[in-house]
């Protein structure tokens, strides 16, 4: 199609040449005319760009905000608009653009078009948005370090009061009763400085993916001698189903740490006498709904034929269906209380989606209020 007569050599110039994406769009939404630069921005030929229209290259989310202010504009509502967009490119991948539109009147004042000034911010976009994204998280990390740490330091303090006050006149078993306050206290803050450094360490890329070989049931044993006394002090009754032999090539630390944290929210959610069972199976890759395995995954560059599924299943307090989804985004505000009291950062379901989505896994829970919980991490394997 022809352009516009209307436009002046001096802006056929700069629509031809400029820097900036150019198009012009009838009030059909229609593209009329594009420039090259439009062109490369969005990886479409001209003559592939003159057949769509504006909605068709900009990302469903971002068009009605888009054509809400395109109709203000062919109204005379406002005289000009720029925006923040994404364009769908070709390939199907999404550009961050800059906008700004204006409409072109007819000798009588009335809209034939519309014409738009469009800049790649792509690259300038992502970094503003991971600098707010790493800033946003290191403020969770500080109000979380000061509203969880606080509690089991108080409680430690003001123990710590009594004994130096009052010792002298105490009894033996109120002495051992306050010592194992005292313990209880410090493992509780043990453990949320382990999921604090754990989390801090990993965004900051101190901690490196480094696969190596090993046998399932030694690390699940090892996890479960860390949890002995807790368990112990809570009566539970701990159940391990273990698939002997399982070997798999996966990062010893994050597996490791993904195991702990499962199992500690399985004790902390669990009451007095309750049951926490630990199950492992090596199921073959076609069983697999949930999981999107990478068929180069093992380190032989073989095709991985066999997935590991790991459940850690609890009859405690549950979860409601519609809290699911979130238990593994990081809010600082969402850390639950156990049923004897136990804090936690709310950090340490996240580190586990990191750290087995690493390994090309997935981990997912499965509750109902007051029928227990069940969490299942799967990833490839030998």
Known sequence: ?????????????????????????????????????????????????????????????????????????????????????????????????????SAVNDEEGKPIYTLAMIEDIDVKKKIIMELVKTNNEKDKFFSIMAHDLKTPMATLAGISDIIVEDIDNMERNEIKQLAEMIQSSSRMTLNLLDDLLDWSRYNSGKIKYDPEHFELNKIILEVTRLYRLNISQKKIILNINTEKGIKVFADRN?????????????????????????????????????????????????????????????????????????????????STIGTDNELGTGLGLVIVKEFIEKHKGNVYAESEPGAGSKFVIEFPCE
């Open 1 to 101: 199609m022809d352009l516009p007569v209307s436009l002046s050599k001096q802006l056929l110039e700069v629509y031809n040449e400029g820097p900036l994406g150019m198009s012009i769009v009838g009030l059909d939404n229609r593209l009329l005319a594009v420039n090259q630069r439009l062109c490369q921005i969005t990886g479409y030929s001209e003559v592939e760009l003159l057949q769509k229209t504006l909605t068709e290259v900009t990302y469903a989310k971002d068009a009605d905000i888009d054509l809400k202010s395109v109709q203000q504009l062919i109204k005379g509502k406002i005289p000009y608009f720029d925006i923040e967009k994404r364009y769908i490119k070709k390939d199907n991948s999404i550009i961050w653009v800059h906008l700004m539109v």
């Open 254 to 334: 994050m597996i490791y740490t993904s195991l702990r944290n499962l199992l500690s929210n399985a004790i902390k959610f669990t009451s007095t006498g309750g049951e926490i069972t630990i199950t492992t199976e090596r199921l073959a890759l076609q069983y697999q709904n949930k999981i999107k395995v990478d068929e180069t995954f093992s380190p032989d560059n073989k095709k991985t034929k066999y997935i590991v599924k790991i459940s850690i299943k609890d009859n405690g307090v549950g979860i409601k269906k519609e809290k699911i989804d979130s238990l593994f985004l990081f809010d600082p505000m969402k």
